[in-house]
Every structure is written in structure tokens, then in C-alpha cells.
């Protein structure tokens, strides 16, 4: 476990009773190689030369299935080497150059540098033997420099219970936060090539799962979304990334939902509740920014336009300080822990339910949600807006679980049908969302036009009206892609 320290909780970290008895600690400077280009970045790979006790050593690390899905995993070669510069005849180097120059040796140059002192620990717990390690330092390029404190929580023998019951003992004393972003990633937002906002990671489940391992896997996933997400939130105000931080903590709720015979117990009632919370928190914010498209209506004069957009200007300016607000609060720091503990150690794990064969549960669930969606989707126009709205959720929730469960479907032909039914179901999803964003903007554009300048009503009106006649327009085109989606035949 990784956890992010703010420069100003140092001093209280290094007092802290968990790293008395500490060895000294040690200088590390690892420069990271990469072409002009970043090829390897973009693959997923990093490649390191690292000083360490009077020599060097040469680290690559590439993504695997395992990171991807949300378990913090990677793949690692290292080797002594005896230059400054990389040695692609070292474990790895194989990897790089198919990466970067079509088995050819690349042109590889240095692009960072991370210079951290790192002190460390062995310790005991209920048995359990954990490395305790706090680094700090910085990352440094040309002209460039930020700061860099972590603390990692290694489990080397024992119990995963006994490791986070460390960590929640820290996380009391000293604000942390969960962090899932490699030294390297650093290293490149600082050069100017950051990842940005994160979309959901590919997830691979295995056909002998049970229950418990198959949600955990998941539930990793999601998490690992939603923190990729939070901190643009915070730091750059990033919409895209308040979309994805919305759509984590979805997944993560719907993923409740299909398994939720195994969710009985008190904490998994309110760690949904609070991820609930969270989610409306940044839901304002989302909502303005969906609506800015639509601040052009048909015959707004200039003057009502600019009116209008004063008052949305004011209003998702405050919808963005709550948004923030609400993921930088304590709060928000010990729900994203309280999952992850949740998720490894939770009283859920031991129900019988959680023993349960995943590809079984998997095929039920689908089975179910899809009948549903089959009898109601083509009859949209019959049901009331609360009726269409629930059936929209239903979409949404046997989507999310079509995704979570497609890497169960047997062979090519099977993972194939699983594609294709999910592909069918994103144009009923849309449809369903878009009716429901026209439905939330008549709140929105009345609740801009309360102090606004008298102009902002008139232009509020244009786009209402011509809302209007696209949701009828949207009810069609739900209902055509409902029965498209009837004939889809179910992969598990």
C-alpha cells in the first residue's frame, strides 16, 4: 500500500512512533530513459537507471493484466549494470526494443531524474512482518522540480488484515491519502506528458473465481478509477475527470447491486451510502458542465445569452468549489481507505453468498436484468418519467454488468458476443441519459434564472423549448435501440 504525504505533515511523519528504530536512511537518484517521443510511457513501461550503495541498477517495469485491473501489480526486470546509460542486453530489453524501435536499439535519453532518502523498517504485527518505508524528496528536469513523500506498506508474511491495520493506525495520526501514481508518473506530469483523466481500466476475471474474488477484483478496479480521477479533481478542476470520478463510484455501486447477496453487514449499508454522498457532491458540477453546450439557444439575443451565461458562470464556479471541497475533505481520505480495507478484509467475505461461483452468479444476474430491460425498453413511450428513469438505471447496471463480466465468455466467439451485446446497449444507455439530462436541465436553466439579470429568462426559455423537442426525438431513438437490443443473445 502507497500512501501520498503534503509537504507540511512531514515533521509529524518522521516523529511518528511506526518509524522509530528506522535505519538510516539512504540516498537513492534514479534517472529515467525514454525517447524524444515518451513511446515507452505511452506503452505502459518504464525504464530506470538507479545510484544506490556505490553502484547501479537498471530497472524496467511494465504494466500487467493485474495492474490494469485495479490490483497495483507489475511485471519487473533489474539487473546491476555498469554504465550511466541503459543496457538493453539486460533482462527487459527485449521489451523495449519492440516497443520503441521494431527490435532495433531505440535512441533513449534521460527525461527526469527522482532523488528521494528513503529510511525503512522491518516490523511485526499480530504476526504479520511488514516493511515499513518513508521517501522523500523530488523529482527534477531542466528547469523543473517538484516535491515527492511517500510511505509504502510491504507485506512480507502474514495477514493482509494485519497491514491495513497499521496503515488506519497512521492514517489517524498523520493526514495521508491513498496514492496509485508510480514515482515515473510523477516524473512525466512534470515534463508536460501526464496521463490526464483515467477511464475505466480493462478488467480479467477467471472462470474459477468465487464471488468474494471476482468482486474483489472488481471493486479494486473501480477504485483504482475513482483515484486516478480525484486528484485533477482537486488539483486541476479537470471535467473530465469530475465525469470519471462520478462514473468510478457508480461502477462500484452497480457492482454492489449484482452481488448484493453477499452485502448484509452494516459497513457495506453505509460505505454505499457515503460513496452516494460523494457522487451528488460532484453531480452539480457535472450537470453545468454538460449544459454549457447548450448556452447557443435559437433566437437568444446577444444580450439575454450573456446574462444567462454570467449566472452559469457564477453557479458551477460554486458547484467546482464543492466538488473540490468534498474529495479533498478528511472524509472522502478515510472512505477511499475504508473500501480498499473492505474490499480485502470485510465481514462479506465469509457469507456463503461470497462462496458462490462467479460465472454462476454472473450468468443469473445477466439473465435477469436483461428480461427486464427486453419487456420495458420498447415501451418508453408508455411510462411515466420515474418509470423511464428506473428503467435507465436498469440499462445502466446491466451494462457496467456486462463489463465487469465479459472476460468470463468463453473463447474468441464468446468474448466476441459479449462485445457485440455491449455494443448494443450503449445507444439504449445514451438514449435513457440524454432524456434524463433534458429532464435535469429544465431544473438547472429555471434555478439560473433566480437573481439573474431579467434577460437570462429569455434565453433560458430558447433552450428549454428546444430541449423539449429533442426529448421526444430521444423516446424514439431508446425505443428503436431497445428492440435492437432484444435480439442480442447473452454470452455467459
Known amino acids: 500500500m502507497k500512501l501520498e504525504v503534503a509537504p507540511g505533515q512531514l515533521a509529524a511523519l518522521r516523529g511518528h512512533a511506526l518509524f522509530a528504530g528506522a535505519e538510516p536512511a539512504k540516498r537513492l537518484s534514479s534517472t529515467y530513459f525514454d525517447t524524444a517521443d515518451n513511446a515507452l510511457h505511452h506503452a505502459g513501461v518504464s525504464l530506470r537507471v538507479r545510484h544506490v550503495n556505490g553502484g547501479r541498477v537498471q530497472t524496467i517495469k511494465a504494466e500487467t493484466k493485474a495492474a490494469r485491473a485495479g490490483l497495483f501489480e507489475r511485471c519487473e526486470w533489474e539487473a546491476p549494470i555498469e554504465g550511466e546509460t541503459p543496457d538493453l542486453s539486460l533482462p527487459g530489453g527485449d521489451l523495449v526494443r519492440k516497443l520503441t524501435g521494431d527490435g532495433q536499439a531505440p535512441e533513449l535519453e534521460p527525461r527526469f531524474t527522482v532523488v528521494i532518502e528513503r529510511a525503512a523498517r522491518v516490523m511485526e504485527e499480530g504476526g504479520t512482518r511488514l516493511e515499513v518505508t518513508l521517501d522523500e524528496g523530488h523529482v527534477e528536469a531542466p528547469g523543473l522540480r517538484t516535491p515527492l513523500i511517500e510511505v509504502e506498506l510491504e507485506l512480507q508474511e502474514g495477514r493482509e488484515e494485519d497491514l491495513l491495520k497499521v496503515a488506519r493506525r497512521l492514517l489517524d495520526d498523520?493526514?495521508?491519502?491513498?496514492?496509485?501514481?508510480?514515482?515515473?508518473?510523477?516524473?512525466?506530469?512534470?515534463?508536460?506528458?501526464?496521463?490526464?483523466f483515467a477511464k475505466a481500466a480493462p478488467l480479467e476475471l477467471d472462470r474459477k473465481m468465487s464471488a468474494a474474488e471476482a468482486f474483489t477484483a472488481i471493486g479494486a478496479n473501480c477504485l483504482l478509477h475513482l483515484l486516478r480521477n480525484e486528484r485533477l479533481v482537486r488539483e486541476q478542476r479537470a471535467p473530465e475527470a469530475v465525469h470519471q470520478a462520478r462514473v468510478a463510484l457508480r461502477r462500484l455501486r452497480a457492482a454492489m447491486s449484482l452481488f448484493k447477496a453477499q452485502f448484509t453487514d452494516l459497513e457495506s449499508i453505509r460505505l454505499k451510502d457515503e460513496m452516494r454522498r460523494v457522487a451528488s457532491a460532484l453531480g452539480d458540477a457535472r450537470d453545468l458542465d454538460v449544459f454549457e453546450s447548450e448556452l447557443h439557444a435559437d433566437g437568444a439575443e446577444p444580450e439575454e445569452m450573456e446574462a444567462l451565461n454570467a449566472a452559469f458562470l457564477r453557479r458551477r464556479e460554486a458547484a467546482y468549489d464543492a466538488a473540490v471541497a468534498a474529495l479533498a475533505d478528511a472524509s472522502f481520505v478515510r472512505l477511499t481507505f475504508d473500501i480498499l480495507a473492505w474490499l480485502h478484509a470485510g465481514a462479506w467475505r465469509d457469507t456463503p453468498a461470497a462462496q458462490r461461483?462467479?460465472?454462476?452468479?454472473?450468468?443469473?444476474?445477466?439473465?435477469r436484468r436483461r428480461k427486464k430491460l427486453r419487456k420495458r425498453g420498447p415501451q418508453l413511450h408508455k411510462l411515466t418519467p420515474e418509470a423511464r428513469h428506473r428503467v435507465r438505471i436498469q440499462a445502466k447496471k446491466l451494462?457496467?454488468?456486462?463489463?465487469?463480466?465479459?472476460?468470463?465468455?468463453?473463447?474468441?466467439?464468446?468474448?466476441?458476443r459479449?462485445?457485440?451485446?455491449i455494443a448494443a446497449l450503449k445507444p439504449v444507455q445514451d438514449a435513457l441519459g440524454q432524456m434524463n439530462d433534458v429532464s435535469a436541465q429544465g431544473k438547472l436553466v429555471r434555478g439560473l434564472c433566480e437573481g439573474a439579470a431579467?434577460?437570462?429568462?429569455?434565453?433560458?426559455?430558447?433552450?428549454?423549448?428546444?430541449r423539449a423537442r429533442e426529448g421526444r426525438n430521444l423516446l424514439k431513438a431508446g425505443e428503436n435501440a431497445a428492440r435492437d437490443f432484444a435480439v442480442r443473445k447473452l454470452f455467459l
Open 399 to 416: 451494462r457496467y454488468g456486462a463489463e465487469f463480466f465479459g472476460s468470463l465468455a468463453a473463447g474468441g466467439k464468446g468474448r466476441k
Open 418 to 421: 459479449a462485445r457485440d451485446f
Open 357 to 367: 461461483p462467479v460465472l454462476e452468479l454472473a450468468a443469473d444476474e445477466l439473465k
Open 174 to 196: 498523520v493526514p495521508l491519502r491513498l496514492a496509485v501514481r508510480a514515482k515515473s508518473e510523477a516524473g512525466y506530469e512534470l515534463i508536460g506528458d501526464g496521463q490526464g
Open 454 to 466: 431579467p434577460g437570462a429568462a429569455f434565453a433560458a426559455g430558447a433552450i428549454a423549448a428546444r
